[in-house]
């Protein structure tokens, strides 16, 4: 909790001074990464390149397809394939809101660790050493947009494409309501950078995977709704991955069909990990803040996308979140 009360200014220069002192960095992001941690992780790296220190990038899970174009994405190791005995002192941790999102990465942490919290997570719970929060970014990339330009880099293609990756797909290809004039901004001058953004859409947002397609084809047979149909859902079971011969990368974008249903507040996907225990991704329309939700599960994220894992009976999660997502929009209608 060393510096939660600065400025993000001031936030800025101790980040810079951590980075320019340390040497050996570990740069992890959460679980299940996404393209913001994946865009982090390598803008992180690509910094500590150009200074001339060593780093090594890791994450519990293997950085998705699609992702693997990105700045040196190939060299992000997994967790488990790590050496046992190498630890590291300088961890810098991207895009993730609590310590328990490290996963097993954190097995590669010394006892002396100091660890550095750059986010952008409204649930992010302060943990580390020094932090660099900002919840009101769009995207973890967009506060590195602001640490970049603390040192004297030079702008490249390939750094402005990392950091555009992250500012695309966490504002949903800039339709989310995080797309703010800064975003805008930023963006533009990437563009500058020689980013191609119609490339990127291509790859980022419209490519379907075939797994993808088969699994939105099995997905939208469970979807139901609550009585008001303001909450609607849908399940994966693990027989379904294992038939459409799917990967975690190929469920992103499924929860978006529920909640973008015209009257639904509130879309749901219970994704079964192991027996009796689901993945739970919300999104919200706006009227509850499903990071609220999310928490009361032990979960956490952003008002409008959040996540948790439940363990139990898929008909008792699904009772126990959808009660909780009407009790979210039933207490913002007395507002
Ligand atoms: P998704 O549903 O796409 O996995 O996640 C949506 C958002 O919620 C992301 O910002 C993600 O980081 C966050 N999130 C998802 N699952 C969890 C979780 O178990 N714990 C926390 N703290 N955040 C989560
Ligand atoms: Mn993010």
Redesign the pocket.
Known sequence: MANVKLTYEEQLDAMKRFIDEGDDFLVVS?V?P?GDAISSTTAVGWLLSSLGKSYTMMNEDACPQKFQFLWRAADIKRASDADGKKKYRYVIAVDC??YQ?FGEVSACFADDVRIANIDH?Q?NDHYGDVQLIRPDAAATAEILYDLLNRFSITWTEEIATCIYTGLLTDTGGFRFSNTSPRVMNIASQLLSCGVKANELAEQLLERMTKAHVKLLQRALSTLTFNADETVCWLSVSLADMREANAKNEDLEGL?QYPRNIEGVDVGILFKEVRQDVYKV??RSGGRADVSEI?QRFG????AR?????VEGKLEDIIRAVVAEAEKGLKANDSI
């Open positions: 959460h299940n996404d809101a609590d999102r997570h649930t929860v991704s919300l999310a979960g956490g994220g952003h996308a959040a996540g948790c894992t």
